[in-house]
């Protein structure tokens, strides 16, 4: 009778321990509390280091997501690679598995006699476990072909070898992704997608036949290039990817890569700028830069002589012209400073650099959304647009906002060098600039984008008023449509249009070059349209109403 009450008894400690939730009571793997500290620590590459069982591959691909941020201090980059490469030694050295199944991961190990007479292919479907197929190019775009030559290198140790072909999903964070990529501006491994190469426990290095990895693509834009890289464990403190002993054949949707040794392979798909072509758009942007300078320096002079001071401090439309002008000119003078980097150069000053710089592209953006909000009150609101002190709140916004964005960008010390590099990796230009790139798509990127939305939604009401104005005799109408065209490319001006150029450069070259030629002559295109604006002219059209509400109207009174 004491047996089965002590067995009562033990059952019922057992309920009660699960159900308070303690953990480790057990030593299988299911029975971890997921918020244990090695859950949370597992991160750091230590915790499931040696163990390859479903539950601890399942568990550590967890931080392919967790460690997307490289100031992760639960993340060790360089542990977690090194449990991956391990991995593959594991799969040819003590799994007795033949194939791995997982949503991120695809393997495949089988024996292979080194005394075979034709090269062997692996379908690599992203989707299916590799196998061995025929050699068919068009119903196995993903394959790699290992040459026949590579197994009878291995005869003289055995006459038989294990190996292990994998296809490894690592995801958009900063795993597997190294010093190179971080350098570089929208660097990335083509799909996130690794394959992984080993035959038994020799290191194959030197082939005298390569391997081929064939990896399909859709079609690229122009300026990005794809280059064939293996994963080098001898470069840096964690590793970086090299392209040594590999050479790389791009067609339209297909790349195959030839390498001479075995281990973990990719294509990192990167922007490309070579050297003559950075030249000629520097020397464009700098000759238009220099130009905008100059008839930015006129508009303040003539808005300055043109108008009494009493004059002047009555107008909205033209201190908010000068404040982008003001901008726009210190912003072309920042750009040519920072083009002329010195080697030399402190870190602390490369800081400096980068903040001015960003701050006054920053101060850009806002006056050109403040200038769409101004044309918004006079042109569709048009009443009830008070407000006390209206000048001294926009400045506010169009020079403290952008201050504080730098303030918070500079403390979490995302300034520094910026490299742009060509496609055999030779230094194009260095600037100081972003050193995160984080931080880059937040404040500059998704800042502009916020700011240029609402700046062509701006315009596209004011292109609706304009022309559906009635037109005072028939016989006008064309004239009045032609001026009301030519008010929309001044106002375009001041609200930046020229800026969304920017979006269309990933279409080729052709797109960057427009780019960089209109939009270094904003200030040439200001200047012309404050000319037009405020001289003395008929009063006649769209046209001219729009600029008579800039001269006439005010929506404050200081």
Request: net charge neutral.
């Amino acid at each position: 009778m004491g047996t089965p009450r002590a067995l009562g008894v033990w059952l019922l400690l057992l309920l009660l321990l699960l159900a308070s939730g303690e953990e480790n009571f057990t030593s299988t793997p299911a029975s971890r509390s997921p918020h244990s500290e090695d859950s949370r620590n597992v991160c750091l590459g230590l915790i499931n280091k040696d163990h390859y069982e479903t539950f601890y591959l399942e568990n550590t691909a967890k931080c392919f997501t967790k460690c997307e941020r490289s100031s992760n201090e639960s993340c060790d980059l360089g542990n977690l690679q090194r449990y991956w490469l391990d991995y593959e030694n594991y799969l040819v050295e003590g799994s007795q598995e033949k194939a791995m199944n997982l949503s991120f991961l695809k393997a495949l190990v089988k024996n292979v006699s080194t005394n075979i007479s034709d090269d062997l292919h692996f379908s690599l479907t992203p989707s299916q476990i590799p196998g061995q197929v025929p050699e068919d190019k068009h119903k196995f775009p993903d394959r790699v072909r290992l040459p026949r030559s590579l197994f009878a290198s291995l005869q003289g140790s055995r006459s038989e070898v294990r190996l292990a072909v994998s296809v490894l999903d690592i995801g958009a964070g900063n795993l597997f992704k190294g010093p190179r990529l971080s350098l570089e501006n929208d660097g990335s491994v083509l799909n996130n997608r690794l394959v992984g190469l080993r035959v038994g426990r020799t290191r194959v290095t030197g082939l005298v036949e390569p391997l081929e990895i064939t990896f399909s693509h859709q079609r690229l834009p122009p300026n990005m290039t794809l280059t064939c890289v293996f994963w080098d464990v001898t470069k840096g403190s964690t590793g970086d990817w090299s392209s040594e002993g590999c050479s790389t054949e791009f067609s339209t949707e297909r790349t195959v890569c030839r390498c001479d040794h075995l281990t973990f392979f990719a294509l990192l798909l990167r922007p490309v700028l070579d050297e003559v072509t950075v030249q000629a758009l520097t020397k464009i942007s700098q000759a238009g830069c220099g130009a905008s300078m100059v008839f930015l320096a006129f508009t303040i002079i003539f808005a300055v002589l043109r108008f009494s001071l009493k004059r002047f401090e009555s107008e909205d439309a033209l201190k908010i012209h000068v404040a982008l002008s003001v901008s726009l000119f210190l912003l072309n003078l920042t750009f040519f400073i920072n083009l002329e980097h010195d080697p030399k150069l402190s870190p602390v000053a490369c800081w400096t650099r980068g903040a001015i710089f960003h701050y006054f592209l920053l101060c850009v953006f806002t006056w050109m959304g403040l200038e769409a909000f101004h044309l918004y009150l006079l042109i569709i609101r048009v009443f009830n647009t008070y407000f006390g002190h209206y000048f001294l709140k926009l400045s506010l916004v169009g020079w403290g906002l952008p201050a504080l964005m730098v303030i918070g960008t500079g403390g979490a010390n995302s300034y520094g060098l910026y490299t742009i590099r060509d496609q055999e990796r030779r230094i194009t230009l260095e600037l100081c600039w972003f050193s995160n790139k984080t931080a880059l798509y937040i404040t500059v990127h998704g800042y502009f984008l916020v700011t240029y939305l609402l700046n062509t939604v701006v315009l596209g009401l004011v292109a609706w008023k304009i022309f559906t104005l009635p037109s005072a005799t028939a016989g006008k109408e064309k004239r009045q449509k032609w001026k009301g065209v030519l008010t929309l490319l001044g106002l375009s001006s001041l609200v930046g249009m020229t800026w969304g150029l920017a979006i269309l450069t990933p279409l080729g070259l052709s797109t960057i070059y427009v780019f960089a030629l209109f939009n270094s002559f904003q200030g040439v295109f200001i200047f012309c349209w404050i000319i037009v604006l405020y001289f003395p002219r008929p009063s006649t059209g769209p046209s001219s109403g729009t600029a008579q509400a800039e001269q006439t109207r005010t929506v404050s009174q200081e």
